[in-house]
């Protein structure tokens, strides 16, 4: 199948597929969106690829177009609500994935969707994920088109504001000194 | 529904056939009932009134063909800072468990544990975005903690979730040797054994134990550095003092103060 993103392949989709029989209707996972989810309701939307940066390199001032593609994604969603997140490494491991992380990605690919200002006819959607420093963003890959956009979602590492659309090697200056303030000794955590 | 996520929709049918033939038959649905495609999946077309109900027939044999997930139904707080994930567990175990600490706030317990003042009215000034240890912040909220395996197996999950007991858990990111606090709130083995995440950052994760153990979480390299079984602290008992010393007096002990 073909969308704005690219070629899905099926097998992927069927991996999703069949961890998601596991999670949703379950009744012991009420207080969960995926557990009162409906079964026969279930959708996938916006295939995506997650790409990944190490904080040394975001130190380091790597442009964000060098980071890797770490996982095959989608969200979930339940009728016409996103209630989940479904991702598939290279490996085959699928996490599923709900909470307001999630919640604020698909409020953010929604803030995107009705802006008029921002074209998405034809653009490749992708996250950019940093856990390490708690970044996630929203990002349009328009080759040849209006160039790329980011678009970080809620709560991201200061000087980082949510919301914001930023150029790619706009937001690499930002991080550089975000990755060197989580460039720190072990024995803790944030 | 928004422009892209409706452009970009892909069906899925998550009720394996089976179930949903089995259900059919069951509701008394006749091969003239049957369509080959409906929207590009395998279905059955029904009569009014019946569909639902195969469905929900169709899910409930799904749900009983699958190993039960074993969770305690918590509810994990996000971290307000960018470091405060020792913060936010200890406050969510705390308030889990209904320790003393329980109605502390994290800004309270970052304030606490690294000894700044202020961290509540400005949580961003330098002295309270600094990273601290889970034991710690468990101490200053009173849940009670011990070191579990690490990696933990299944075989160490199972017996704390049975019991209710929530585990934390600590990865160190492979780029940074930084760490991250999270909690293990249930487990489930079919087809492989797998576990509930409740992480701080804002997310309650299915993944797999293999994937976590090998040093992935959310696909991104790490190890499994500390494992923490929580407990229910103990409850102190109040016996007013003369009480107390007529019991003794009773057993033959005699009276007086301790």
């Known amino acids: ?190 | 529904m928004a422009g892209l996520l409706e452009r970009n929709r892909i069906p899925l049918w998550i009720i394996p056939e089976k179930f949903v033939a089995e259900a059919a038959h069951r509701q008394g649905v006749t091969p003239d009932d049957l369509e080959a495609e409906r929207d590009g999946l395998p279905g059955v077309r029904l009569r009014p009134g019946i569909g639902r109900k195969v469905l929900d027939d169709a899910t409930a044999l799904m749900v009983a063909d699958r190993s039960a997930h074993h969770v305690i139904p918590f509810d994990m707080e996000d971290q307000c800072r960018e470091l405060w994930c020792y913060a936010a567990v200890a406050v969510g175990l705390a308030g889990y468990y209904a320790t003393s600490g329980a109605s502390k706030k994290q800004c309270r317990v970052v304030g606490e544990v690294l000894g700044a003042f202020g961290c509540c009215s400005d949580g961003d000034k330098p002295e309270c975005t600094k990273v601290a240890t889970l034991e710690a912040a468990l101490d200053n909220v009173r849940v009670p903690h011990s070191a579990g395996s690490v990696p933990a197996d299944l075989a160490e999950v199972e017996p704390q979730i049975t019991a209710l007991h929530l585990l934390g858990l600590r990865v160190e990111w492979t780029s940074n040797h930084m760490g991250h606090f999270a909690v293990i709130s249930g487990w489930q083995d079919d087809p492989e054994p797998s576990v509930w995440i409740d992480d701080p950052a804002g997310y309650h994760e299915f993944v797999k134990l293999a994937e976590l153990r090998a040093g992935t979480y959310r696909k991104t390299p790490c190890t499994w550095t500390d494992t923490y079984l929580t407990m229910v602290p103990p409850r102190r008992i109040r016996v007013p003092e003369d009480v107390w010393a007529q019991v003794r007096a009773e057993s033959g002990e005699g009276g007086g103060a301790r």
């Open chain 1, 1 to 190: 199948m073909t969308t704005s993103t690219g070629t899905v392949d099926p097998s992927v989709v069927e991996a999703v597929r069949e961890r998601l029989s596991v999670v949703v209707g379950r009744p012991e996972l009420r207080h969960r969106k995926l557990g009162r989810a409906d079964p026969a309701t279930i959708a996938l939307t916006l295939p995506h690829r997650v790409y990944a940066l190490g904080v040394n390199e975001l130190a380091e001032g790597l442009p964000l177009r060098r980071a890797r593609p770490v996982a095959e994604a989608f969200l979930v969603l339940d009728g016409e609500a996103v209630v989940a997140a479904a991702e598939v490494s290279p490996e085959g491991h699928v996490t599923i994935s709900e909470g307001s992380a999630i919640d604020a990605l698909a409020g953010t690919v929604e803030q995107v969707d009705a802006d008029p200002d921002v074209g998405t006819e034809g653009a490749e959607v992708r996250v950019l994920r940093v856990p390490e420093v708690n970044l996630l963003a929203l990002w349009l890959h328009r080759p040849g088109g209006d160039g790329d956009l980011i678009v970080p979602v809620a709560r991201p590492p200061a000087p980082v504001q949510a919301g914001r659309r930023y150029d790619p090697d706009e937001l690499s200056a930002v991080l550089v000194d975000v990755g060197h303030r989580h460039l720190r000794p072990p024995e803790s955590g944030n």
